[in-house]
Nanobody
């Protein structure tokens, strides 16, 4: 069974940076589209970024993070990253990594079949 484990969350001041990592134990990583979502208290889980599997290289970002966040993947390490720069207090949330086997990159959380446990990101003003 595929498992996803996120790391890299923490407390940072506004304007700072963090890099989240998500590592999978499965052998299907290169075939999976990987996504990052986030959920703030009292809000719905929302899309942040996604990167397609294989060598498609398709990448999408939520408008709220474009130009500040960068998603990337290292198939040799079974890891997807989310580099977050110029962080704002409104980026505060639990960030979740998700996998969609054979996916080509989706902004819809219901297209993802495996989720990590989440990592807390807190941005202070």
């Amino acid at each position: 069974q595929v498992q996803l484990v996120e790391s890299g969350g923490g407390l940072v001041q506004a304007g700072g940076s963090l890099r989240l990592s998500c590592t999978t134990s499965g052998r299907t990583f290169s075939s999976s589209a990987m996504g990052w979502f986030r959920q703030a208290p009292g809000k719905e889980r929302e899309f942040v970024a996604t990167i397609a599997g294989w060598s498609i290289g398709r990448i999408y970002y939520a408008d709220s993070v474009k130009g500040r966040f960068t998603i990337s993947r290292d198939n040799a390490k079974n890891t997807v990253y989310l580099q977050m720069n110029s962080l704002k207090p409104e980026d505060t949330a639990v960030y979740y990594c998700a996998a969609n086997l054979y996916g080509t990159g989706s902004m819809n959380k219901y297209d993802y079949d495996t989720w990590g446990q989440g990592t807390q990101v807190t941005v202070s003003s």
